[in-house]
């Protein structure tokens, strides 16, 4: 079975400052690798997936994630945030023929 | 495409009533999920589908929870009846087959029984 953490709830950080969310997960097998951001009062929206090869992967925003096999995390990263940023990011985990396994999501608050 | 399209966006009910929640997923997507948000819980698989029939309802919490694909554009979760811990956002979320694909989510109703 397969589960996914995110280590933080919430993550307050300056503007144009750099930010790291993290996620781990656990799985016995080969996985699929998701984040996702939910702005207020609005759906999830795809960011960046990781499936296979390069274990860095560049999605929308200027976000990109890497995939760690040994430590089991595939931690989100952007090197300047902007107001802008301030949602909810999820990762989620999917093995073949199952569902999405979300997280918890930690919360992105960035100031002035 | 217009993308996952829930209705209601908003609904209030009183406690008891019956409530129905509608999808209508991606035109050629063949999984459709639905799923629960709240603050306690985070997101919750309640029941996906594949090719309209349902694959794994362990999720739905009760049995005052019935969810539904007629077709393959369109989807209902029903709670009948309605308690106050029912208040939730709902998700719909549809998908095509295959590991690697992620979902395209709607924008959720958001349910409070009073």
């Known amino acids: 079975a397969q589960s996914v953490t995110q280590l933080d709830s919430q993550v307050p950080v300056f503007e144009e400052a750099p930010v790291e969310l993290r996620c781990n997960y656990s799985s016995s097998v080969s996985v699929y690798l998701f984040w996702y951001v939910q702005y207020p009062n609005q759906g999830l929206q795809l960011l960046l997936k990781?499936?296979?090869?390069?274990?860095l992967v560049k999605g929308i925003n200027g976000f990109e994630a890497e995939f760690n096999k040994s430590q089991t995390s595939f931690h989100l990263r952007k090197p300047s945030v902007h107001i802008s940023d301030t949602a909810e990011y999820f990762c989620?985990?999917?093995?073949?023929?199952?569902?999405?396994?979300f997280g918890k999501g930690t919360s992105l608050l960035v100031t002035p | 495409d217009a993308g996952v399209i829930q209705s209601p966006r908003h609904e209030v009910t009183e406690m008891g009533q019956e409530v129905t929640l509608r999808c209508k997923p991606i035109?050629?997507?063949?999984?459709l999920f639905w799923y629960r948000q709240t603050m306690m819980r985070g997101l919750e698989l309640l029941i996906y589908?594949?090719?309209?029939?349902?694959?794994?309802d362990s999720g739905m919490p009760e049995d005052r929870f019935s969810a539904k694909m007629p077709n393959a554009s369109f989807s209902t979760l029903k709670i009948q009846p309605s308690e106050p811990r029912d208040s939730a956002v709902y998700f719909c979320?549809?998908?095509?087959?295959?590991?690697?694909?992620?979902?395209?989510f709607g924008s959720g109703t958001r349910l409070t029984v009073v």
């Open positions: 589908f594949n090719n309209n029939v349902p694959i794994d």
């Open positions: 989620a985990v999917k093995e073949s023929g199952y569902a999405l396994n």
């Open positions: 035109s050629g997507h063949d999984y």
């Open positions: 990781y499936l296979s090869g390069s274990t």
């Open positions: 979320a549809s998908s095509l087959s295959g590991a690697n694909y992620g979902y395209t």
